[in-house]
């Protein structure tokens, strides 16, 4: 079974605080994926990438940045947190036209 | 650009009645659709995935057909059960040289007793 690991599972930030997503797989997939879940707009894509070293913009990337330093490692963030940040989010991996698999999700509250 | 829709937000049905979630989608390239299932507090599950036109595709009980002709890709099942109570995702993947997993917005399947 594919493994996808995220921490923390839970986080609660400050207004304009930096907050880090972490987020590693042990499937040795390529491409890696932030999406961000909220009711009635589904799982929308923050950023995702190709391999260590690459970063693209997803449909919803403003207010995040990502980091891709290995294959294994593809962590998520927010330089100045804001209240419109407070959701749910899911990091994923996925080699070629495969499925996805996803992380558990962590839990951000931004206060 | 690519996307897809769920025109149903909320499905609620009784135990042992057919299932039917809409799914239709956008793209100028050849697709790979896919469904997802996430039950409650638990990260989303491949269901069934496909990208062969007209040809049906099945998994635990539930099945779809991709029909390019309309872009379609509805998710059915000849009878619920409480344990389908979930949310159901239809996403897209496009092959343009990118490999972004589209999704819609979701639907909310209640089964009850």
């Known amino acids: 079974e594919a493994a996808v690991t995220q921490s923390p599972r839970n986080k609660v930030a400050v207004t304009g605080g930096k907050v880090t997503l972490s987020c590693n797989q042990t499937n040795n997939h390529n491409n890696m994926y932030w999406y961000r879940q909220d009711t009635g707009h589904g799982l929308r894509l923050i950023h995702y990438s190709y391999g260590a070293g690459s970063t693209e913009k997803g449909d919803i990337p403003d207010g995040y940045k990502a980091s891709r330093p290995s294959q294994e490692n593809f962590s998520l963030i927010l330089e100045l947190a804001t209240p419109s940040q407070t959701s749910v989010y899911f990091c994923?991996?996925?080699?070629?036209?495969?499925?996805?698999?996803f992380g558990k999700g962590t839990r951000l509250t931004v206060v | 650009g690519d996307s897809v829709t769920q025109t149903e937000g909320l499905v609620t049905l009784t135990e042992g009645l057919p299932v039917m979630l809409n799914c239709t989608y956008q793209?100028?390239?050849?697709?790979?659709l896919f469904w997802y299932v996430q039950h409650l507090n638990e990260a989303p599950k491949l269901l069934l995935k496909?990208?062969?036109?007209?040809k049906r595709t099945e998994h635990q009980g539930f099945h779809a057909t991709l029909h390019k002709s309309s872009s379609s890709f509805h998710l059915q099942k000849s009878s619920a059960q409480l344990s389908d109570s979930a949310l159901y995702y239809c996403?897209?993947?496009?092959?343009?040289?990118?490999?972004?997993?589209?999704f819609g917005s979701g639907t909310q399947l209640t089964v009850m007793p």
């Open positions: 996403a897209l993947r496009a092959s343009s040289g990118s490999w972004q997993l589209i």
């Open positions: 994923a991996s996925g080699a070629g036209q495969g499925e996805v698999f």
């Open positions: 496909s990208s062969t036109d007209n």
């Open positions: 793209t100028a390239y050849s697709t790979f």
